[in-house]
DNA sequence: CTGAAAGCGCTAACAG
DNA sequence: CTGTTAGCGCTTTCAG
């Protein structure tokens, strides 16, 4: 069923069909009634490939999901329980903003000429890229088609060193350095002093962020940390496990803040297998506040990632971006929330 | 750039860009390669919308995610543990067979519209639905479109009864009836005589049978099961939980047996509130082995869904029946497992 | 207020 | 082997 169709059965032409489709204001109520009652006796929809062809839009955002490192990983990447929540609320927000959401996940190389394909092919009107490892490449030739798309989690300052052009390229990210800080200065406020850190990835913003918060942290207020109390477990948990084993060897610390609570699992698992207790022998905290975090026990206290207002202000923005035909270089940062639960133990007297 | 402008730039007219584009043989391969590197230097890329108005595919399947019980749970579809495999894995195979997923999740009448949109509009080749408590009414509205779509836990019953057009409908199920009697017969071996059952919700298929199973088996066995120990959790661990309670009040059963993983936690919070030991004084088996599952302690024994099998059939079976443009109405049925972990305890004195 | 006609970018017969 | 031509189904000037 054709536009042509509809005109025929209701003895307009196409033009006044498509006048009332969009909904053009110069259409009498009474020719309107009479060609919406045809569309809908006929259940036509418009072929939106025609539409677009026609100069309209897509309707459509592509929410590209990145990881480069997963790609031989058997828990992918919505297991990751880092991502599920984004690609929820992002496809929810969008969805009720009446936009279609075009996924593709990338976990390698080829998979990146996919995003810029699904750009220049014109399946999309605008994207939205999460994820830790973003190609700068890419994502420079990206920003190169001029058409809206916003980062999350990406390092600002990746962009700007390369003269990104600014009309359409948009960051939102969560204060990570801000948050780490926060959960070193409440190990540190409950007496402990011998802290050990297990780093993430340090090709990512996040992973560099919560490391350079703990170690000015430390540092702020005089304390010392051996070169072996600080790990990199690549944000993995069972990278974390093997290596915080091998921190508790000799000289052990009270508490270990892991960058993230799937090496804050992993952190628990070497602290159970050596047999101390939680947080009786040692305090863990953590990073993110993935579901599965509350519902340990004990319940790990850790760092909540505002993932939903990250999320919600991607989505808003690209339609923004979209539906104004201007985007405008911008940065939104969201604050993070210390969780506090039961793997950390005050180390003060009188508590 | 359009493939006029590669044209021009070649030297040679837009067919026969079109046929290197396309891939078709009758081009040499000199002109191909000086096509090709035109193509490349430009980063061009043929637009879509173009494409299929001349009658290629849109080389893009929807993935709808359906959960309407779901509309007003803060937690929605993705965090549900139960969807987030089946989107990633979906996803995961389409894009490798070279296709993009258009994702919509639908809470509500409104938006099973939308799925129906996507179809007529000719956004997709095909589509995957996925998710409980699928509205018939519509699934056959869909059926009718005769487009390649494949249901993914759905009952085949329904299908028959309405006369659906084989052609174009396919189903990918689970063999939860199996599964269920598999965890049941596994408490009864075990000595367990006095077992309770937490229900999901009828009006799902996976509900029906796993509540069948367990009835039939427990009849087969000539054991006898009161009325307060059935009761109706409708997959909500909270609901369970409050089920649950009041099922432990006096006549106590040894074991419970939940149908779905969530209900299981359920059960479980409501135990150690009540100061039961699990496996010790009471023993709990669940169904879906979702993630967290196996890092419980102790960790949850239940049945293991064969979603990446599921996903992946699903996957295939659309593209499949998109390429041929063919479709014959099929049916798959993948087998459970049993995970025995921690949660069960044999009440056979030998062991 | 409404119809006729041009055109969006591509593919596919049809000639040559 | 390759160019010419006619649509695909819609929106959008431009007339009337």
Known sequence: MRSEDIAKLAGVSRSTVSRVINNYANVPEKTRAKVMKVIEENHYEPNTSARVLAGKGMNTIGLFVVSTAELHNPNRIYQNSYFAPFVETIVDTLNRLGYYVLIHTVYSEDDFLKVKQAFLQKRIDGGIIVGTEKNDGMVRAIAKLKLPFVLID???AELLEHRLDKEYAAVVNSKDYEGAAMAVRYLIEHGHERIGFVSGRLNTLSGRERRQAFVDTMQEHGLKV???WVVNGLFIRQKAYEEVKRM???NRPTAIFAANDEMALGAMDACRE???????????IGFDDIPIASQLSPALTTVRLPIYEMSQAAAQHVVEMCEQGSGS????SFPTRLMVRETCKSLKLNE
């Open 154 to 156: 990406y390092d600002i």
């Open 226 to 228: 051996p070169e072996e």
């Open 248 to 250: 508790l060897e000799n």
């Open 274 to 284: 050596l047999g101390l207790r939680i947080p009786g022998d040692i305090s863990i």
């Open 329 to 332: 270089f911008s940065t939104m």
